[in-house]
């Protein structure tokens, strides 16, 4: 482990403002309110990304949008990693998820992609799988809608309601991440935050 070493917490997502509200952009969202909530702003580019540097719970962090576009993340945190020297462990990465219930958080210290474009793409660039990642579920798509519509689309009005919760309680789950390591976020977030709508 490098000594003082920055985390590294990537939310992604689509950048522009036709995307800024779909479900394919919750990572963003939750790095948005976690940026918010320890008073940073994400006002610099590097590598393809609008970056923030501070402090969360005494401990340094870089949180990182990738405005690459959601299937080409990997070509702005990669080099971010390597350039700052982010240990794996000191890595999060936070995506939507269709295959979790709306309003479901997974945390989990490696694994897949689930088919996910953006985590294929850090994957493959980084080339290991051995980092942490929140998913956030989105549910399925209703009937026959392609998921690729799906994610495009924004929250439905009951689920937008339900989402500053799910942000707040994503942005306590990366704390713990942070102060006491990932199996002990997972053990206290894994689940669903709200009723499923």
Avoid: C, W
Wanted: negative net charge; proline residues 7%; aromatic residues 6%.
């Amino acid at each position: 482990m490098i000594e003082n070493a920055p985390y590294l917490i990537a939310g992604l997502g689509n950048p522009g403002a036709a995307y800024r509200h779909n479900r394919h952009n919750v990572g963003f969202m939750i790095v948005d309110s976690l940026a918010e909530a320890v008073g940073v702003t994400l006002t610099r580019v590097e590598n393809r990304a609008l970056v923030g540097k501070g402090l969360v719970d005494g401990r340094r962090v870089i949180l990182v949008k990738p405005q690459t576009y959601m299937n080409e993340s990997g070509q702005s945190v990669a080099p971010l990693v390597r350039f700052y020297k982010i240990p794996l462990e000191q890595i999060l990465v936070i995506h939507d998820d269709l295959d979790l219930p709306f309003g479901t958080l997974r945390l989990r210290p490696s694994g897949g992609t689930g088919g996910q474009k953006g985590m294929e793409s850090i994957v493959s660039r980084l080339g290991v799988h051995e980092f942490a990642r929140l998913r956030v579920g989105i549910g399925r798509p209703p009937g026959r809608m392609d998921p690729r519509d799906y994610v495009l689309h924004d929250f439905d009005p009951p689920q937008e309601e339900l989402l500053p919760e799910i942000r707040q309680t994503a942005v306590e789950a990366i704390h713990k991440f942070i102060l006491e390591g990932i199996e002990k976020a997972m053990n206290e977030f894994n689940g669903p935050v709200i009723d499923e709508v």
